[in-house]
């Protein structure tokens, strides 16, 4: 299975601040990578797909980045309904599908 | 509107049977591959379970391999998931997620979560 490392795990950032959270695939996976923003209590949503692909949708604030085992998500300008948790996922081979452990988005 | 609702969860105790029930709404459902998610309490995302749109591709996690068994009826627009040998590491929000028509085995669509709890 490809195993997904994303960092920092959590992090203290003030609104206005840029924002940059990291994935790393245990092998190559191409672009085949979606990024997922989760608050409290409700489902994921996708925010990009193939990497760097904005759903539709999703504001241009958020920006994807990185091939074949390094990526990056982005937030260019952070909002307070930003404050959330990220996950990264593959899907260049499954089965299994698989998630990064999440990076959790806080208030300083 | 595009939807997904999740039923049929609750408290089972170990052993235990339950069956997940995902209505879909506002798409044609037969058109779309289907998967299922789990997120235990507090921890990140697992998937679980795919299904492709005409029930002739289904892949399990390893984890649930054996005991859970994936479904669809596109005439009735659902999902299921039905789950047996349940066990505590069982415990979590299940959701229904639907394959992205344009990047395939990523989920756009997601239900609003259905919580099975394992526990005597």
């Known amino acids: 299975a490809i195993r997904m490392t994303q960092s920092p795990s959590s992090l203290s950032a003030s609104t206005g601040d840029r924002v940059t959270i990291t994935c790393r695939a245990s092998q190559g996976i191409s672009s085949y990578l979606a990024w997922y923003q989760q608050k409290p209590g409700k489902a994921p949503k996708l925010l990009i797909y193939s990497a760097s692909t904005l759903q539709t949708g999703v504001p241009s604030r958020f920006s994807g980045s990185g091939s074949g085992t390094d990526f990056t998500l982005t937030i260019s300008c952070l909002q307070s309904e930003d404050f959330a948790t990220y996950y990264c996922q593959q899907y260049y081979s499954y089965p299994p599908l698989t998630f990064g452990g999440g990076t959790k988005v806080e208030i300083k | 509107e595009v939807q997904l609702v999740e039923s049929g969860g609750g408290l089972v105790q170990p052993g235990g049977s339950l069956r997940l029930s995902c209505a879909a709404s506002?798409?044609?459902?037969?058109?779309?591959?289907m998967n299922w998610v789990r997120q235990a309490p507090g921890k990140g995302l697992e998937w679980v379970s795919y299904?492709?749109?005409?029930?002739?591709?289904?892949y399990y996690a390893d984890s649930v391999k054996g005991r859970f068994t994936i479904s669809r009826d596109n005439a009735k627009n659902s999902l299921y998931l039905q789950m047996n040998s349940l066990r505590a590491e069982d415990t979590a929000v299940y959701y229904c997620?639907?394959?992205?028509?344009?990047?395939?085995?990523?989920?756009?669509?997601w239900g609003q979560g259905t919580m099975v709890t394992v526990s005597s």
């Open positions: 299904i492709s749109s005409s029930s002739s591709t289904i």
């Open positions: 506002g798409f044609t459902f037969s058109s779309y591959s």
């Open positions: 997620a639907r394959d992205s028509s344009v990047a395939l085995g990523a989920f756009d669509i």
